[in-house]
């Protein structure tokens, strides 16, 4: 039975908005060719969430994706409660996380901002440049922070000289106020980067009001990037979340014990294994990908000791950098365990485009491949995988090794 995805939108009464929306619905039933994907709106837009999950969950299980860039109280109030006036049988419509900072959201801001550092009478430079970042403002307090955490992240991606956080409505600073922030911080040039998925009544606001400091401050020049709008990088973004959601329903709905995935031995001996990030956990891996033969490449910025040991004595190659998704290229596994979330996304990701089985070392779901709890016993290897519960896998391999040993032992007293 296949299961749907309900993307949950805001809603907007500018036609051009809704437009938007379905333009992005058709890109991501592109990237999920067989499964139904339909869009309910949370107010202003027909038809409803609890309409569209009514309609889908009577025929299989529903995955609704909050089309959200930050947490608030549509995620957290609205749409479960539209989920639940909708769903027919409890346990057949699950709710995922929203957008978030994801990485390929980043992506896309990046690009908005390179938008219009290339539009005008001449271009402007990056590094002579500050970005005001304008969310919506929520009376919820941490989706506020979860906009200003995502300025911050956004200058770490950008090596920008300032990026300003600030936003269109209900909380401070509003955009004037981030406007003067970044002018206070010696900006005489500023972009103003709406952090919003659509075209609305709040791109018309935030270009009215960018107009009016402008005019106010004709020593500081001012450009508006455009919207998010409907592309590959957002479309990706919510096929992620179908996933983890689809995963997360599998999990809990399949009535046969064990794990759902198949478990195999993959001879990896002479065979490329890429390992994003160098720190414990992929330390404590590696030797196991070296036991079994394989030609490792670790690609991390810094590495634990016993990674730079191994690199020392040329047994693995350690190259000293972040990570691209170009280093899939060439692997036969992979092991994405980046200090970084959306790095481990761009790796993952790659891996997906490219049919290599990846470990996301962060979130098992985000993954193609669940790494087992493996013992060795005389000429056996064995390996106990669970339903990513790696502290249930160990005990349960802990169990059956001493019974093994405890068996051998009395084997031999015999």
Same mark, same amino acid.
């Given at each position: 039975m296949?299961?749907?995805l ?7 009464? =500018? ?8 333009? $992005?619905?058709?890109q991501v ?22 309409e569209?999950?009514?309609e889908?969950s009577d025929?299989g299980?529903?995955v609704? %994706? ?12 609205d749409i ?16 995922t996380a ?6 390929h959201?980043?992506a ?10 290339a ?7 990056q ?22 955490a #995502?300025?911050r992240l956004?200058?770490e991606?950008r090596?920008?000289?300032?990026? @300003?956080?600030?936003f269109?409505q209900? =909380?401070?600073?509003d955009l004037?106020?981030a ?11 500023? @972009?103003?980067?709406p952090?919003?998925?659509f075209t ?6 935030l ?13 500081v020049?001012?450009? %508006?990037?455009? @919207? ?5 990088? $957002?479309a990706?973004? %919510? ?8 995963a997360? $329903?599998?999990a ?7 794990s759902?995935?198949?478990l195999?031995g $993959? ?10 990030g ?8 590696? +030797?196991?990908?070296?036991d079994a ?5 670790? =690609? ?6 016993? %990674?730079?040991?191994?690199?020392a004595?040329g ?21 994405a ?8 996304? #761009?790796?993952? +990701?790659?891996?997906?485009?490219q049919?290599?089985?990846? @470990?996301?070392?962060?979130?098992a ?8 709890a493996?013992?060795r016993h005389?000429a056996?290897t064995?390996?106990?995988?669970g ?14 090794m ?9 084997s031999?007293?015999?």
């Amino acid at each position: 039975m296949s299961t749907s995805l309900v993307i949950a939108a805001h809603g907007t009464r =500018v036609g051009a908005g809704v437009g938007q929306c379905h333009d $992005l619905v058709a890109q991501v039933r592109a990237q999920l060719p067989g499964t139904r994907v339909e869009a309910g709106f949370v107010e202003l837009v027909e038809p409803s969430i609890h309409e569209v999950v009514a309609e889908l969950s009577d025929t299989g299980p529903v995955v609704v %994706v909050p089309l959200m860039v930050g947490t608030g109280a549509h995620v957290q109030h609205d749409i479960p409660a539209e989920i639940l006036a909708g769903q027919g049988r409890p346990g057949r419509v699950v709710q995922t996380a929203h957008l978030g900072a994801h990485g390929h959201l980043l992506a896309v801001l990046d690009d908005r901002i390179e938008e219009a550092l290339a539009h005008g009478d001449e271009a402007w430079s990056q590094a002579e440049t500050s970005v005001v970042l304008v969310g919506r403002g929520s009376l919820m307090a941490q989706a506020n922070a979860d906009h200003c955490a #995502l300025a911050r992240l956004l200058q770490e991606r950008r090596g920008a000289p300032d990026v @300003v956080p600030g936003f269109i409505q209900v =909380v401070q600073p509003d955009l004037a106020s981030a406007l003067d922030r970044a002018r206070q911080h010696g900006a005489t040039q500023i @972009v103003v980067a709406p952090n919003f998925l659509f075209t609305g009544r709040l791109e018309k606001w935030l270009a009215e009001q960018s107009a009016a400091w402008q005019s106010a401050n004709p020593e500081v020049q001012v450009r %508006v990037a455009g @919207v998010i709008g409907p592309c590959e990088g $957002l479309a990706r973004v %919510v096929a992620e979340r179908f996933r983890e959601g689809e995963a997360e $329903l599998r999990a809990s709905t399949e009535e046969a014990e064990g794990s759902p995935v198949y478990l195999a031995g $993959l001879d990896l001996s002479g065979r490329r294994v890429l390992v994003a990030g160098a720190g414990r956990v992929a330390s404590r891996r590696i +030797d196991k990908f070296l036991d079994a033969g394989a030609d490792v490449t670790v =690609v991390a910025p810094v590495a634990s000791p016993r %990674v730079t040991d191994l690199a020392a004595d040329g047994r693995v190659r350690w190259e000293q950098r972040p990570v691209a998704a170009e280093d899939v290229h060439g692997a036969w596994y992979v092991l994405a365990a980046c200090d970084d979330a959306a790095a481990n996304a #761009l790796v993952s +990701d790659a891996c997906e485009e490219q049919g290599v089985f990846c @470990v996301r070392a962060d979130d098992a779901r985000a993954g193609t491949a669940w790494t087992p709890a493996t013992a060795r016993h005389g000429a056996f290897t064995l390996g106990v995988v669970g339903r990513r519960d790696p502290r249930g896998s160990i005990a349960l391999r802990h169990r059956v090794m001493t019974l093994l040993d405890s068996e051998a032992h009395a084997s031999e007293e015999d």
